[in-house]
């Protein structure tokens, strides 16, 4: 691993299973099992060419976390300096230079920098909660921004993702399942029909409190597969069996 720089407040933290390392900080954001299993989730195109896309950033974690799968280029999308700052540095820490570049952009402005209809697969974890007047807000900035739909909305960030892909590219979310019907009447307003959902539950005998979903661009409607649910913890809590592989890998 290459050498970086870290602040005071910041951390190296390890997914065992894909032999990355993300730097973190509790202060400003830190990555969590969502991240994980989108990055999982995700089929992104695999071809040399291709050009993959990361929305909402963050820390770049989704971005590393998917970049084994692909040869092609991704390109991390965070409005926030420190956590772009936080990105570029874990890319270089991961010797991924070559393959991952990340912009201190607005999305809803970044097709002036990536042409429409060029991207094969955009990944997303956005914002979950939207901004309303008695939305209660987490009085960290960093942490508001990434948490409540600030700085943009599930609309605009699906409009950007459907202006990014190439017809027939996929994009794919992680969002809670009581937001389900805005992200339907959103994909629809979009040209993004839903293909794969899967439901995260904390655990068995309990509501889902996640969902992953894949969808494609000008896909044709009535195609929606749902996945097996995944179940985070065993009754004693310990990690299941699935997300146990995705953090640490094979026993």
């Known amino acids: 691993m290459a050498d970086v720089t870290l602040h005071a407040d910041e951390r190296i933290d390890q997914l065992y299973s894909k032999d990355i390392q993300i730097i973190q900080s509790s202060q400003v954001f830190a990555f969590?099992?969502?991240a994980v299993l989108?990055?999982?989730f995700a089929q992104v195109a695999k071809g040399?060419?291709?050009q993959i896309v990361d929305l909402c950033a963050g820390n770049g974690a989704v971005g590393l976390f998917a970049s084994a799968k692909t040869r092609g280029h991704i390109t991390a999308v965070e409005i926030q300096p420190r956590l772009a700052d936080m990105a570029q540095r874990s890319v270089a820490l991961n010797h991924l230079t070559h393959q991952m570049t990340v912009l201190?952009?607005?999305l809803l402005a970044i097709t002036q920098q990536l042409p429409k209809d060029s991207v094969d697969t955009v990944?997303?974890?956005p914002p979950y909660f939207k901004d309303q007047p008695q939305s209660v807000k987490n009085p960290n900035p960093h942490l508001a921004i990434a948490r409540h739909e600030l700085s943009a909305n599930l609309d605009q960030i699906l409009a950007v993702s459907s202006d990014l892909l190439k017809m027939n590219g996929k994009a794919y979310f992680v969002h809670r399942p009581?937001?389900?019907d805005d992200l339907f009447i959103a994909m629809a307003r979009n040209r993004l029909a839903p293909k794969r959902i899967r439901f995260v539950h904390p655990k068995a005998g309990r509501e889902a409190n996640m969902m992953l979903?894949?969808?494609i661009k000008d896909g044709k409607a009535n195609g929606v597969r749902i996945m097996p649910p995944l179940v985070v913890y065993q009754?004693?809590?310990e990690y299941g069996e699935e997300v146990h592989t995705l953090l640490y890998g094979k026993d």
Do not use: K, Q, T, Y
Request: aromatic share 0%; with cysteine.
């Open 32 to 34: 969590s099992l969502d």
């Open 38 to 40: 989108l990055g999982d």
């Open 48 to 50: 040399i060419n291709s």
């Open 104 to 106: 201190n952009e607005d």
């Open 123 to 125: 990944l997303c974890n």
């Open 178 to 180: 009581e937001r389900l």
């Open 213 to 215: 979903i894949e969808m």
């Open 235 to 237: 009754d004693n809590g």
